[in-house]
């Protein structure tokens, strides 16, 4: 019997090596292990920092928050005319002149009548030539086809009218019922108009997350608070060449794991999620198997990784966590107490240990 003794130490020994479950190294201002970051241009290892959530931290993120939102490409609202462009189709009519039209004359059907601009910007017309009307109005075409046809004709008298907007175009795709390429004609086309126009979003769009490319840059909209707290600034006009993508919210979760009542994946709704809400969701901390001081937040952010540790041993905390917002993959783990992992530790290897060396005993007769 004394010979098979010396075998718990030995198992409790390497069981401190071995304890189950994921841990953070307390009090460290940097992660465990180092992970991707992008610096310069360039993906390299580094330790990620890991920051308290505090006040200060709270209050800096939300300003930082408000610079973004105030970000926003300028509206540039169009003014004036509507500026001919290349693929638009121009109706020219010559009064008295009904040669000079398209076949069938001045009651030609419109949707068959049209001359298209070219791809340079240039409009052939006869007698005139080939006419530069790219960037111009119809009334400057018109002026234009007028001084033109003086010199042939007495008293010319000509209409210019745009039938088919063809140069100034958005695409709108994304969680949309009708996605595809919308025409811009004279009246300014705003996101809340193109999203109408592609037949309003679909259920499982994220409004509060839709992101506006434009000239190489990414920029993210919250439409959902202009639908319900009339955030105008959001609602830009939209230029030739943007792309509006409506995001899907099923890729909005957040990663609830540890000591909770139940680990889960939740889903952001309405583009707000806060840590409060996530514990609470999971069915609140374990504070019999948990460690309150050790709440983290563990943000991937594209290469750019994020740790936030929340000390909630004072219920008071929870007015932090409660201001603190998540963002989509976020993982939230509350840690485990030291004596809950050796209890489990002692779970898993004791039983086992005493039942071998219960039958060495038994065999050598003691």
């Known amino acids: 019997m004394l010979r098979s003794m010396p075998l718990i130490p030995v198992l409790l020994l390497q069981a401190c090596s071995l304890t189950p479950g994921m841990e953070m190294e307390t009090n460290s201002p940097l992660s465990h292990i180092e992970v991707p970051v992008m610096k310069d241009g360039k993906l390299v290892k580094e330790k990620a920092k890991i920051s308290q959530i505090t006040a200060d931290l709270i209050i800096d993120r939300e300003n930082s928050r408000q610079r973004a939102v105030n970000n926003l490409p300028s509206q540039n609202v169009p003014t004036g005319e509507y500026k001919i462009g290349p693929h638009d189709r121009l109706q020219i009519t010559v009064w008295e002149h009904p040669e000079l039209n398209d076949p069938g004359g001045e009651k030609i059907n419109p949707e068959l009548a049209g001359k298209m601009v070219q791809d340079d910007g240039m409009l052939y017309y006869p007698y005139v030539?080939?006419?530069?009307?790219?960037?111009?109005?119809?009334?400057?075409?018109?002026?234009?086809?007028?001084?033109?046809?003086?010199?042939?004709?007495?008293?010319?008298?000509?209409?210019?009218?745009?039938?088919?907007?063809?140069?100034?175009?958005?695409?709108?795709?994304?969680?949309?019922?009708?996605?595809?390429?919308?025409?811009?004609?004279?009246?300014?086309?705003?996101?809340?108009?193109?999203?109408?126009?592609?037949?309003?979003?679909?259920?499982?769009?994220?409004?509060?997350?839709?992101?506006?490319?434009?000239?190489?840059?990414?920029?993210?909209?919250?439409?959902?608070?202009?639908?319900?707290?009339?955030?105008?600034?959001?609602?830009?006009?939209?230029?030739?060449?943007?792309?509006?993508?409506?995001?899907?919210?099923?890729?909005?979760?957040?990663?609830?794991?540890?000591?909770?009542?139940?680990?889960?994946?939740?889903?952001?709704?309405?583009?707000?999620?806060?840590?409060?809400?996530?514990?609470?969701?999971?069915?609140?901390?374990?504070?019999?198997?948990?460690?309150?001081?050790?709440?983290?937040?563990?943000?991937?952010?594209?290469?750019?990784?994020?740790?936030?540790?929340?000390?909630?041993?004072?219920?008071?905390?929870?007015?932090?966590?409660?201001?603190?917002?998540?963002?989509a993959h976020d993982t939230v783990f509350v840690g485990t107490a030291g004596v809950t992992q050796w209890s489990r530790v002692l779970n898993q290897i004791l039983p086992g240990s005493f039942t071998s060396m219960m039958g060495q005993a038994a065999m050598m007769g003691i």
Not at 133 to 161: H, I, M, P, W
Not at 173 to 180: E, L, S
Not at 198 to 213: K, R
């Open 129 to 327: 030539g080939n006419v530069p009307v790219a960037g111009k109005t119809a009334n400057e075409v018109r002026e234009l086809l007028s001084q033109g046809l003086s010199k042939y004709f007495k008293k010319v008298k000509l209409d210019v009218r745009v039938l088919a907007y063809q140069s100034h175009r958005a695409a709108v795709v994304g969680q949309v019922k009708m996605p595809g390429i919308q025409a811009m004609t004279e009246t300014p086309l705003t996101i809340t108009e193109a999203i109408s126009r592609a037949g309003g979003v679909t259920e499982d769009a994220d409004t509060s997350n839709v992101m506006l490319a434009r000239d190489g840059k990414l920029y993210k909209i919250d439409v959902m608070r202009l639908y319900e707290k009339g955030g105008t600034d959001q609602n830009l006009v939209l230029k030739d060449g943007d792309v509006l993508n409506v995001s899907d919210r099923k890729d909005n979760k957040v990663f609830v794991m540890g000591e909770v009542g139940r680990q889960q994946a939740l889903q952001i709704n309405k583009g707000r999620l806060t840590l409060a809400q996530a514990l609470a969701e999971a069915y609140g901390v374990d504070f019999n198997t948990s460690r309150p001081e050790e709440i983290y937040v563990i943000r991937s952010g594209e290469m750019q990784p994020e740790i936030f540790q929340l000390n909630a041993e004072s219920p008071d905390a929870l007015i932090l966590a409660d201001q603190f917002n998540l963002q």
